[in-house]
């Protein structure tokens, strides 16, 4: 079935870029979606991008997508503390229902 | 601002019991998701309803059961609690098209 993999955790030092990676499986993804989730709280979208399109940018937010390779990655420029967080790769299940396959998610660590 | 509210963020129960966790959308959409997340395993769906009084198994419903009475009211229903449900249950809905999943803040299920 349908899969979407993701590091585990990520450590960067507040100031320089976080890159977040994620692989998927599914030929037929129409959108693929970035997902934060605070400690305690629920997950809030932070970006998507179209399945004809290559990149995305959106202020800080750099999204790139190879479908050759069915590679999607999150960069954040200048991370900040508060960036600290999980961040999910998600991915539009083809088979219907708007049903989202999500990563594990990525643990982002920012320290001084 | 739109919103989908889960009734409890934190509950405690005990193994055996009916446990009912209920999640509220204003934002009339069709399609409606439970999940459960745990540390390294991500979000594993449970169930999903895509009208009202429709229904669909996720990857592990088992002990679980749902209920979807009206549009923006989607229930989930532990049958008999045990420890091994200890979670975090997220609640999420979304309409066709690009704009992914709203999720809910979350309920933090201990079973005791």
């Known amino acids: 079935g349908e899969d979407v993999e993701q590091s585990l955790f990520l450590s960067v030092r507040e100031g320089d870029s976080s890159v977040i990676n994620c692989t998927y499986t599914d030929s037929s993804s129409t959108y693929l979606y970035w997902y934060k989730q605070e400690p305690g709280a629920g997950l809030q979208l932070l970006t998507y991008?179209?399945?004809?399109?290559d990149m995305k940018q959106d202020q800080r937010l750099t999204v790139l997508l190879n479908k050759k390779d069915k590679h999607l990655s999150l960069r954040i420029a200048d991370t900040q503390t508060g960036d600290s967080a999980i961040y999910f790769c998600a991915d539009s299940f083809s088979g219907g229902y708007n049903k989202l396959i999500f990563g594990a998610g990525t643990r982002l660590a920012v320290h001084p | 601002d739109v919103k989908v509210t889960q009734s409890s963020r934190y509950l405690v129960k005990r193994t055996g019991e009916k446990v009912f966790l209920e999640c509220v959308q204003d934002m009339d959409h069709e399609n409606m998701f439970w999940y459960r997340q745990d540390p390294g395993l991500g979000l594993r769906l449970i169930y999903f309803?895509?009208?009202?009084?429709?229904?669909e198994k996720g990857d592990i419903p088992e002990g679980y059961s749902v209920s979807r009475e009206k549009k923006e009211r989607f229930s989930l229903i532990l049958e008999s609690a045990s420890t091994n449900q200890t979670s975090m249950y997220l609640c999420?809905?979304?309409?066709?098209?690009?704009?992914?999943?709203?999720f809910g803040s979350g309920t933090r299920l201990t079973v005791v």
């Open positions: 309803s895509y009208d009202v009084k429709m229904k």
């Open positions: 991008i179209f399945s004809n399109m």
């Open positions: 999420a809905s979304s309409q066709q098209g690009r704009d992914g999943y709203t």
